[in-house]
């Protein structure tokens, strides 16, 4: 692919972003066209619903006006409950398809109880957004503002977002990669912020929804936010982060010969015309988040923008994180 995208960071969020790149392998059974409208995603304004950014909107909007907020006249029949094996009973055989607990409901049943799922969470109080996320990085933008607007928040909260063109697989995945990115002790010291987050699929993926949860934040986990909010607020210039990085690129990419289609600061993809690849320019982009998921929202917001716009706009961003790891300590400041 012609665009691409570098970023300075430090290597926990290295380390956290082999877990959310893993998912573009998933991308693969469900890809747009590059001439597809696709989102920027930059923020989400949790009392609409909607998910903004600079060029490009992403829908992401309450399910209630489809209904879904009307508190149902009767409860989910017993029908339409899940099955759970409460290990009881020995039924299974050993046949993978009886280990799935959707597996004996007919697609009927399985929309009806996905149906009374949201509306139940709507009567719950709790947020139902709608998102037409249709690939991977929009699909990840979407999930990371999320989860960033949920861990942002102090006390216990409570999100569900559905993604009607998004695999059940690949909602899976996602939860089942970042449950196990948890269990990494030596990754989590960095990213204690996501300690208190978890993600699951609604009814055990009785439909395309995922449900967004965090703890209230602990005296320690408190703590922790303050320092870190502390550390870098009002530290991080955007300006001063954008010069330091292009002095490193004009030292190392460009001078050092690096990257040999790198000739400035400001353009690149030079020299490969002969192969279809015309030169665009270089996009520098900033964010002083300290939080993991704000951040990882960033970069998704920086894939979709180079997916959305062609190579002569945009051939390569620049992501500066200064916030993130050992930027937030006394020697990294500026």
């Not at 009881?88 to 009374?116: G, H, I, V």
């Not at 009567?123 to 933008?141: F, I, N």
């Not at 951040?295 to 190579?311: H, I, T």
Request: aromatic content about 6%.
């Amino acid at each position: 692919m012609a665009n691409e995208i570098s970023f300075i960071a430090s290597a926990p969020f290295m380390l956290l972003l082999l877990l959310i790149l893993v998912l573009l392998e998933v991308s693969m059974a469900f890809q747009v066209s590059h001439g597809t409208s696709i989102a920027t995603i930059a923020s989400m304004n949790s009392s609409s619903g909607s998910i903004t950014g600079s060029s490009h909107t992403l829908s992401v909007a309450p399910l209630y006006a489809q209904g879904f907020g009307k508190k149902p006249t009767n409860q989910v029949p017993k029908s339409m409950e899940v099955p759970i094996n409460d290990g009881n009973n020995d039924t299974s055989n050993n046949d993978p398809q009886n280990s799935d607990p959707l597996a004996s409901m007919s697609d009927e049943r399985k929309a009806n109880l996905f149906q009374a799922l949201l509306r139940d969470l709507q009567v719950e109080g709790t947020p139902v957004l709608g998102c037409d996320a249709k690939a991977v990085h929009t699909m990840s933008a979407a999930l990371w503002t999320t989860m960033a607007e949920v861990s942002e928040n102090d006390e216990a909260s409570t999100i569900c977002l559905v993604m009607e063109d998004i695999p059940i697989g690949a909602l899976r995945a996602f939860v089942e990669d970042f449950t196990v990115l948890k269990t990494q002790e030596r990754l989590m010291v960095h990213l204690p912020e996501l300690r208190r987050l978890s993600v699951s699929l609604l009814g055990k993926g009785v439909g395309p929804a995922l449900i967004v949860e965090a703890g209230p934040r602990t005296k320690q986990e408190l703590e922790e936010k303050k320092e870190r909010v502390v550390a870098c607020g009002g530290n991080f210039d955007e300006a001063k982060c954008t010069r330091a990085l292009k002095s490193f690129i004009d030292r190392i990419v460009v001078h050092e010969q690096a990257c040999p289609y790198t000739k400035s600061v400001d353009i690149a993809a030079s020299g490969l015309e002969a192969r279809g690849v015309p030169p665009g320019p270089v996009g520098y982009r900033f964010s002083d988040a300290s939080d993991a998921c704000a951040a990882v929202a960033v970069f998704w917001n920086c894939v979709c923008e180079l997916l959305a716009k062609p190579q002569e706009e945009i051939s390569t961003i620049m992501l500066s994180l200064p916030g993130v790891g050992p930027g937030i300590l006394e020697q990294s400041l500026f």
